[in-house]
Nanobody, 116 residues
Framework: QVQVAESGGGLVQPGGSLRLSCAAS????????MGWYRQAPGKQRELVAT?????TTNYADSAKGRFTISRENGKMYLQMNSLKAEDTAVYYC????????????WGRGTQVTVSS
């Protein structure tokens, strides 16, 4: 009974910034981790960043120093700075949660395009 929805994507020039948001609804207390994946056409899905219910964060090497993941209750953010063309992808947020068993809820994705 957890759903997530992303927002904040768009077109930005190289070197610019975007802040993605992911709003969770449902039994938020059951969420033990949230994060962001991204996928570009013809490329493999990449895990960008994660954050646990305890606040522990982890980043892909490609995101370290440029991206920051944060969470405030059921709302999660990905601040993306110094964007590169290689960051162009559809970004998906997810929430891992447990009711009677483990589940993962995915958003529909938000397009981020970095281009001049």
């Amino acid at each position: 009974q957890v759903q997530v929805a992303e927002s904040g994507g768009g077109l930005v020039q190289p070197g610019g910034s975007l802040r993605l948001s992911c709003a969770a609804s449902g039994i938020i207390s059951s969420i033990y981790a949230m994060g962001w994946y991204r996928q570009a056409p013809g490329k493999q899905r990449e895990l960008v960043a994660t954050i646990t219910s305890g606040g522990t964060t982890n980043y892909a090497d490609s995101a370290k120093g440029r991206f920051t993941i944060s969470r405030e209750n059921g709302k999660m953010y990905l601040q993306m700075n110094s964007l590169k063309a290689e960051d162009t992808a559809v970004y998906y947020c997810y929430a891992a949660y447990r009711t009677t068993m483990l589940f993962t809820s995915w958003g529909r994705g938000t397009q981020v395009t970095v281009s001049s």
